[in-house]
């Protein structure tokens, strides 16, 4: 029921493309593993046949698919998992900053969207690194406010009074 709220319909004859982007120092998180199983699921609940439905796993210092491959499809459901980016501060020759999108990914995915398909964007950290290219606040919409970490959730409502307050990040 979840991908029906968020637009898709029972089984067409659209292809649709899903992108497992977690992979982080060659493995994934453990709350990662089974995303690609249960967005194929949910489709295949949804009337979709595997011939409708292709996966594609990236992998650690891949770009995602191109440009070509990803206007093969009329929807691209992508995830990213968590981002294991570089702390503030560190040396990012010791402690490598990995965003969970690519700059080749966010310019594939301009082109996509611009062609007027569809694409789901899901994970932890899925802009982060991002937050300031055109791509995601031109194309995708989105506006970074900040970051709220679980230490913030002690007063649910103190971490968006602090947003509110012109604490952000862009």
Do not use: C
């Amino acid at each position: 029921k979840s991908l029906q709220a968020l637009g898709f319909r029972t089984a067409t004859t659209q292809k649709l493309l899903i992108v497992n982007d977690s992979i982080r120092n060659n493995t994934t998180f453990a709350e990662d593993n089974n995303q690609t199983a249960l967005y194929t699921q949910a489709l295949t609940n949804l009337g979709y046949t595997a011939q409708q439905v292709e996966t594609l796993t990236v992998g650690k210092d891949d770009d995602g698919p191109s440009e070509t491959k990803l206007l093969q499809y009329e929807t691209v459901l992508w995830f990213t998992g968590k981002s294991e980016g570089t702390p503030e501060g560190a040396d990012p020759n010791i402690d490598p900053r990995i965003e969970p999108l690519k700059v080749n990914d966010l310019n594939n995915l301009k082109h996509y969207l611009s062609a007027g398909r569809s694409l789901l964007l899901t994970g932890r950290d899925a802009l982060k690194y991002n937050e300031k290219n055109f791509v995601v606040s031109d194309y995708l919409g989105v506006k970074y406010l900040g970051e709220i970490n679980k230490d913030d959730l002690v007063d649910p409502i103190y971490p968006f009074e602090k947003m509110a307050n012109g604490y952000n990040v862009t």
